[in-house]
């Protein structure tokens, strides 16, 4: 919970992109070995290259939600989204980052399983 | 920005320490040569430990403030801290995770540098 004493932010928007790899045949997967690496690489060159100084594009390691991957997370609003395309992860950054919206077609709820993501996406 | 329509959290707390390396000799430094990996495996070891289901600790890449090094930040609220002993994570761990204080002597200032912090804790 924030305290009204806590100092300003430091960026206006943290992403962070899931890149653990699992071992392959893991049951669960993981983020890497469904490409979150290079899609990341994608977010932050784009970033750069549209000059948001304001927001910071970060991989972290496991996000616990494996099943759903790849993932992101961006706060401090504290969205997830699902990408899995150079395509999604543009949308997240013309409609997200820079327009303050949502991509409602990517963005997982706390219940998502992929059993209800199957769902959205067919 | 927050929207009303934004699904619930799906973490109460999500704590992200950088754990990057850089190769040794680099003049900007970096979180893990300062130790900040064991400082990680300590916080998720304890957290585990008090049952903090609802906190996740997360290794995160570059989060870009090594100078100030290691650097953790704790989302929704977007606060920083500097921390180097297991006692400075213990105390994080006590007063902002378990109890929602914050930890003033470990705090990070959007403007703070290396200079800033030992006026701090001289």
Redesign the interface.
């Known amino acids: 919970?924030?305290?009204l004493?806590?100092?300003?932010?430091?960026?206006r928007l943290?992403v962070?992109l899931c890149?653990n790899r699992r071992p392959e045949g893991h049951p669960r997967g993981s983020c890497a070995a469904q490409g979150s690496e290079s899609l990341r690489n994608y977010l932050k060159a784009r970033s750069k290259e549209l000059g948001l100084g304001d927001v910071?594009i970060?991989?972290?390691?496991?996000?616990?939600?494996c099943e759903l991957g790849p993932t992101m997370?961006i706060?401090?609003?504290?969205?997830?989204y699902h990408f899995r395309t150079t395509e999604d992860v543009e949308d997240i950054l013309q409609t997200h980052l820079l327009g303050?919206g949502?991509v409602t077609r990517l963005?997982?709820?706390?219940t998502d399983t992929p059993e209800t993501r199957r769902q959205v996406e067919a």
């Not at 004493?5 to 960026?11: E, M, R, T, W």
């Not at 706060?75 to 997830?80: A, I, T």
């Open positions: 919970m924030l305290h004493s806590d100092p300003p932010a430091f960026y943290h962070f890149t910071r970060n991989s972290a390691g496991c996000l616990d939600r997370v706060y401090p609003e504290g969205v997830w303050g949502r963005l997982l709820q706390p």
